[in-house]
């Protein structure tokens, strides 16, 4: 019996066209991505996030190889689909031959019919089997492939925003406009987010909208396109002339989907435009709500102190009620969007039977052809629609693209900021520090410290004093490189020979090593040290408490949390040390203890302290006294 495609060629067919269709598929990827990576905001933006994995070194032969995979995986995904809808060609037309044979009492041609009709089963065996292995080893591939790119732009985006103190000062460049749209102002609010959920929804999402097929409905461009391309052969050979407004049309079904998609498609996206600005919204506003949750965690103990549970309340409430608003702008955009193309969708169900319909009943086509058309022209219409259907996954990668390059924006304008002139000492005289002609100043010009210069050598100690909001911090700010209102010159010993020391030590995440030896990593300190250091800052009690996890910030008090940041001191053995009020939480015996101890194991060290207190002077050769409105005096302690 005739079958609608040779089955005993089609192996080698097969291979053939996936060679073709392959290496086809493979420029059109790289013209079209080369392409919208050029002109379009979002190309760029994309490129300019993750482009970096295409071609570093250690992951381009990875990054290419699992795309190559997959565009073949999701070929072989059209092409079995291809198969599938000549297979039910076939089993239809068995079923109608034998129950035309029934008809006639014809037994031959029935048990033709019969033989054909068990053909094709064995033949659906072999097909589905395939198309099942096909899906696990795809399913695996982009796993694999979301994985590695994930891991890629996390390590990408961390490492720039960890860079050059850029999530510090970030704080400095305010909003950033997102590429020629200034409603989309990409900011750097909620950098966690970005880095942890805007990563994953660009990882996943690249995959799916360019890859993913699911057999019989295509979901990914790639797919979708290849399939268009397929099905539009099927259609072609299967669709007759119509009549439409007194002219033969022929060819019809083909240019009667094209036209019913496209102008689906325009309408669709019309429709479902303002779905990107709300989408990314609601990104936002999700995530100022959680930073707020997440507040009221940090700052539990001051809150149920000041009993300020209400206050708390309200504003959560206040957050959220703006996520539930543009909630509804989200449902009420999606209800217009979906009711236009679901009626689409429900509309092109009937559409190929309408139109096959009088051939059929003239005789003219099998019932086969009937079925094969309509779901090649499901087939063709649903890859047709990929852009209309995934509008709405389209609008969140969107989002999460605008906010992660916001992120790099305002990194890269981090940089470029004002930073101190600094200068490495010079070996003959490892121990010293040099301001030259240092002035500071606030964001809106207000003068804190003018024209400062001193200089300092090993043993030196100085004293910073002031009035609350003369400038202290911020001097130390500047020094460090992170306050951008500044001028002048620093010299000073380089790395972890300078140390900064916050009038809050930072108190990281994990078990007490981690904290103690902070921020050398646990690891580069033996217990032995360890223990050792923190009998001396007086914190034997925790000598055996080493291994515990804890939020050690609310476990220490400030006073044993000041001693962590001495014990730090002397595990590093810094040449120059800044300590912004590091013991305004401890009594004065205590603070006795802590300098006395500084001063006899490191007594070359440049000690450099602010404080407000009159005991700290002691420890100290020289004082300089912030005046207000830049004004200073630097004098001898006796
Ligand atoms: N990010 C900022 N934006 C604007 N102004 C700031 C910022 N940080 C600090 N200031 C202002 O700079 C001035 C100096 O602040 P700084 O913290 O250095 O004072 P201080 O002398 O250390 O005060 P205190 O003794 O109370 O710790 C203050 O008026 C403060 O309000």
């Known amino acids: 019996m005739e079958t609608s495609i040779d089955w005993g060629d089609e192996i080698w067919a097969s291979s053939i066209w996936m060679a073709w269709v392959s290496a086809v598929s493979l420029v059109g990827v790289l013209v079209i991505g080369f392409l919208l990576a050029r002109f379009t905001a979002w190309g760029q933006q994309f490129w300019r996030l993750g482009g970096g994995f295409f071609t570093d070194k250690r992951t381009r032969v990875l990054a290419w190889g699992l795309i190559v995979a997959l565009l073949v995986l999701a070929l072989l995904g059209v092409r079995l689909t291809v198969l599938l809808s000549y297979w039910s060609n076939d089993l239809y037309t068995s079923l109608q031959n034998g129950a035309e044979a029934l008809a006639k009492g014809d037994r031959a041609a029935r048990d033709i019919a019969e033989t054909a009709f068990w053909r094709a089963i064995w033949l659906f065996i072999l097909l589905a089997g395939l198309h099942v292995v096909r899906t696990l080893i795809e399913i695996y591939v982009g796993s694999?492939?979301?994985?590695?790119?994930?891991?890629?732009?996390?390590?990408?985006?961390?490492?720039?925003?960890?860079?050059?103190?850029?999530?510090?000062?970030?704080?400095?460049?305010?909003?950033?406009?997102?590429?020629?749209d200034p409603q989309l102002q990409a900011g750097v609010d909620n950098p966690d987010q970005r880095v942890q959920e805007d990563i994953e929804t660009v990882a996943t999402q690249t995959r799916q909208l360019v890859f993913s097929s699911n057999g019989s409905s295509t979901n990914g461009v790639i797919p979708a396109i290849v399939t268009v391309v397929s099905f539009t052969k099927i259609l072609w050979d299967l669709s007759g002339p119509m009549t439409l407004f007194?002219?033969?049309?022929?060819?019809?079904?083909?240019?009667?989907?094209?036209?019913?998609?496209?102008?689906?498609?325009?309408?669709?996206?019309?429709?479902?435009?303002?779905?990107?600005?709300?989408?990314?919204l609601q990104e936002r506003l999700a995530a100022n709500f959680?930073?707020?949750?997440?507040?009221?965690?940090?700052?539990?103990?001051?809150?149920?102190?000041?009993?300020?549970?209400?206050?708390?309340?309200?504003?959560?409430?206040?957050?959220?009620?703006?996520?539930?608003g543009n909630f509804w702008q989200i449902v009420y955009r999606t209800l217009k969007f979906t009711s236009w193309n679901f009626s689409i969708t429900q509309a092109s169900v009937i559409v190929p039977y309408v139109v096959q319909a009088p051939r059929f009943f003239a005789g003219s086509i099998k019932l086969g052809d009937v079925s094969q058309t309509s779901s090649a022209f499901g087939?063709?219409?649903?890859?047709?629609?990929?852009?209309?259907?995934?509008?709405?996954?389209?609008?969140?990668?969107?989002?999460?693209?605008?906010?992660?390059?916001?992120?790099?924006?305002?990194?890269v304008r981090s940089r470029s900021l004002t930073e101190i002139r600094t200068g490495d000492t010079p070996a003959v005289a490892p121990n010293t520090v040099t301001l030259d002609g240092v002035?500071?100043?606030?964001?809106?010009g207000g003068r804190l410290v003018d024209d400062l210069s001193l200089g300092l050598r090993g043993g030196d100690a100085l004293v910073i004093k002031g009035r609350s909001g003369a400038g202290k911090t911020t001097l130390l700010r500047g020094l460090a490189g992170m306050w951008p209102y500044v001028d002048g010159e620093f010299v000073r010993p380089s790395g972890t020979d300078t140390l900064f020391l916050s009038q809050v030590p930072y108190i990281p995440l994990g078990d007490l090593r981690t904290v103690v030896a902070y921020p050398a990593r646990p690891d580069a300190v033996s217990d032995d040290e360890l223990k050792a250091v923190l009998q001396r800052v007086l914190l034997g009690h925790l000598t055996e408490r080493l291994d515990e996890e804890e939020d050690w910030a609310k476990v220490l008090s400030p006073g044993e949390q000041q001693r962590v940041a001495f014990a730090r001191v002397l595990l590093t053995r810094p040449r120059v040390v800044f300590m912004d009020e590091a013991t305004s939480a401890v009594d004065e015996g205590l603070e006795y203890t802590l300098y006395s101890l500084l001063r006899t194991e490191l007594p070359d060290t440049v000690v450099v302290s602010v404080s407000h207190r009159s005991t700290t002077d002691q420890h100290h050769t020289k004082l300089l006294q912030l005046v207000g409105g830049g004004e200073w005096t630097l004098t001898d302690i006796g």
């Open 290 to 324: 959680r930073y707020a949750l997440i507040r009221i965690r940090d700052g539990a103990e001051n809150i149920a102190f000041y009993r300020g549970e209400g206050v708390e309340r309200s504003g959560l409430m206040f957050r959220f009620t703006a996520i539930v």
């Open 379 to 411: 087939n063709l219409h649903d890859s047709l629609s990929f852009f209309r259907d995934s509008y709405p996954t389209f609008t969140g990668y969107r989002a999460s693209l605008i906010r992660l390059d916001g992120l790099e924006d305002a990194n």
């Open 439 to 444: 002035s500071i100043s606030t964001p809106d």
């Open 246 to 280: 007194g002219t033969d049309i022929p060819r019809a079904m083909v240019f009667l989907v094209m036209a019913f998609v496209l102008i689906a498609t325009v309408v669709a996206f019309w429709i479902g435009r303002p779905l990107i600005y709300l989408t990314f």
């Open 144 to 180: 694999a492939f979301e994985i590695k790119f994930r891991t890629w732009m996390t390590e990408h985006v961390t490492t720039d925003w960890l860079g050059d103190r850029a999530f510090y000062r970030n704080r400095f460049v305010g909003q950033t406009d997102s590429k020629g």
